[in-house]
Nanobody, 126 residues
Framework: EVQFVESGGGLVQAGGSLRLSCAASGLTFGHYSIGWFRQAPGKEREGLSCISIMESSTLYADSVAGRFTISTDYVKNTVYLTAHNLNSEDTATYYC???????????????????WGQGTPVTVSS
């Protein structure tokens, strides 16, 4: 069974940082691209970043480029999203998901991503 488990969310003050983790199991890690997404209450799910495990190439949404960094630990089958300089607009539940293939699908093409985790909530206090 393919499973993704997100962790690392919580309450952080504005300007602070967090590292979110996405642990994958039940799949051949190197065959996938892993994306991070978020959804705030009352808003649509937004694609933030993706990393191709095979190519090590990355994508970032304009809203987080320069503040968020995606990385991977191949031994642990885990993808991380490190977020810096957080603000209230970053408050949301953060999810990871996978797309089969060596290249990341566009972050706007959320339907291309599968095996969604349960999410980890992030609250940024001002």
């Amino acid at each position: 069974e393919v499973q993704f488990v997100e962790s690392g969310g919580g309450l952080v003050q504005a300007g602070g940082s967090l590292r979110l983790s996405c642990a994958a199991s039940g799949l051949t890690f190197g065959h996938y691209s892993i994306g991070w997404f978020r959804q705030a209450p009352g808003k649509e799910r937004e694609g933030l970043s993706c990393i191709s495990i095979m190519e090590s190439s990355t994508l970032y949404a304009d809203s987080v480029a320069g503040r968020f960094t995606i990385s991977t630990d191949y031994v642990k089958n885990t993808v991380y999203l490190t977020a810096h300089n957080l603000n209230s607009e970053d408050t949301a539940t953060y999810y990871c998901a996978a797309a089969y293939g060596r290249l990341c699908p566009p972050l706007s093409r959320i339907s291309s991503y599968n095996f969604w985790g349960q999410g980890t909530p992030v609250t940024v206090s001002s």
